[in-house]
Nanobody
Framework: QVQLVESGGGSSVQAGGSLRLACAAF????????MGWFRQAPGKEREAVAA???????RYKDSVKGRFTISQDNAKNTLYLQMNSLKPEDTAMYYC????????????????????WGQGTQVTVSS
């Protein structure tokens, strides 16, 4: 089992500002191949934002390319999402997820959602 704990959200940021989310992984982290960030805004479906896998492959949602950067510190078992030039439409609950084998090009999903999920952290961008 893998436990994921997100942090870095919770406070409002103005449009154009920056925020860094972190996701600490605990447990059988050696079993994970892919980690990613997802978000869900009120009344909308959950969507993939970015993913990174053990091969170093990375994929971003088109609307965040050039603004968001996903990275990981394997020594700390922590995944990050640096978010710059934030827009009000980035407002959502952000979730960290991990899977044992699905690749980043599929956002850690392969016909099914990633196996492990965090509890989420709220990102609010004001205009």
């Amino acid at each position: 089992q893998v436990q994921l704990v997100e942090s870095g959200g919770g406070s409002s940021v103005q449009a154009g500002g920056s925020l860094r989310l972190a996701c600490a992984a605990f447990g059988a982290t050696y079993s994970t191949n892919c980690m990613g960030w997802f978000r869900q805004a009120p009344g909308k479906e959950r969507e993939a934002v970015a993913a990174i896998d053990s091969d170093g492959s990375i994929r971003y949602k088109d609307s965040v390319k050039g603004r968001f950067t996903i990275s990981q510190d394997n020594a700390k078992n922590t995944l990050y999402l640096q978010m710059n030039s934030l827009k009000p439409e980035d407002t959502a609950m952000y979730y960290c997820a991990a899977d044992s084998w699905a690749p980043a090009r599929l956002y850690c999903s392969d016909g099914r959602p990633p196996r492990y999920w965090g509890q989420g952290t709220q990102v609010t961008v004001s205009s």
